[in-house]
């Protein structure tokens, strides 16, 4: 069991790892490469940061987890955790509409993109994503704090969700349960309704482009975005709109794994590896920086 652990705690931490370096990565070639100064981009680097703050948020707790099999965190540290995660969560629906909406504009409507996604707008867009992430965080927040605890406290649970939490509780969950519906259907359903709204006009301009090629070319620019779309939404839905009934305690950590922490590590690699502009980028500077080591020793 010991040995066990350890190789799952060793395996959580290279994850961890390659999560924060990639997306550290991401937003450092964004920041310094001026070529990747577009919405698109900019955008992009909003989503690393909210995975890394998402996974630092989760995964440190799940490693001491692991490794103790067990651990101690304080009722003002779960409710934090649970207002952060829940925030990131909340955002990164939200944000992800915004980027279906940028590439609804490139695609749709090129002649009016400059003059419609200039920087303040782009702003804009990312502050009422955060705000609104914040808000709605704050109502579900407020909500389970206020329910009574007064039973055994175990949470048998990689980090403090809201089923787990109301589980515990020795209060009536009913509002709160209301609560949490009511946000989901704002927060999930309409965001997924929006996405797919921009997506079949997408589609449906891509099909007047008479050439294969050219169809291709243009939706290879959406790939990497419906890629995450398809991710983060599958396991979100399973998560928390799919009824619970037959759905076993294992199956529920495995999905929240999936998309606490294993979408945040796939994300880079998506878009990096999908992305010509950014793997140009990567190998210009790492050629760059290969090439001025070797001129210094000479």
């Known amino acids: ?17 390659v999560t924060i370096c990639g997306n550290f990565l991401i937003i450092i070639l964004i920041y310094y490469s001026k070529t990747l100064h577009s919405p698109m981009y900019f955008f992009l680097s909003q989503l690393s940061i909210s995975d890394i703050i998402l996974t630092t948020v989760i995964t440190p707790n799940m490693m001491n987890i692991v490794l103790h099999e067990r651990t101690i965190i304080s009722f003002s540290d779960c409710i934090t955790q649970y207002y952060v995660f829940s925030l990131i969560e909340i955002f990164e629906c939200y944000f992800l509409t915004v980027m279906a909406y940028d590439r ?17 707008f782009c702003i804009k867009l990312i ?6 992430g914040c808000l709605l965080a704050f109502i579900l927040t407020l909500g389970v704090y206020q ?7 175990v949470i048998d649970y990689f ?4 089923n787990p939490l109301l589980e515990l509780s020795c209060s009536d969950t009913s509002r709160v349960q209301m609560e949490a519906i009511v946000l989901c259907f704002l927060v999930i359903v309409l965001s997924f309704l929006m ?21 291709l070319k243009s939706f290879s620019t959406c790939s990497s975005h419906l890629t995450v779309v398809f991710i983060f939404y599958g396991t979100l839905t399973a998560m928390y709109l799919i009824p619970k009934k037959g759905q076993s305690q294992m199956i529920s950590k495995v999905l929240s794994l999936l998309y606490t922490v ?26 760059y920086i290969n090439t001025g080591f070797l001129f210094t020793k000479k």
């Open 1 to 17: 069991m010991v040995i066990y652990n350890l190789l799952l705690f060793t395996l959580v931490l290279i994850i961890y790892v």
């Open 104 to 120: 609804y504009l490139a695609i749709c409507s090129p002649l009016h993109y400059v003059c419609i996604m200039k920087q303040t």
């Open 262 to 287: 294993f979408t945040p590590f796939l994300n880079p690699f998506i878009y990096s590896l999908r992305n010509k502009d950014i793997k140009g980028i990567f190998f210009k500077k790492t050629l």
């Open 159 to 162: 980090y403090c969700d809201l």
């Open 195 to 215: 996405l797919v709204v921009s997506y079949t006009y997408i589609v449906l301009n891509l099909l007047k482009i008479p050439s294969f090629s050219g169809r």
């Open 147 to 153: 329910l009574e605890f007064c039973g055994p406290n």
């Open 127 to 132: 502050l009422a994503s955060w705000l609104l």
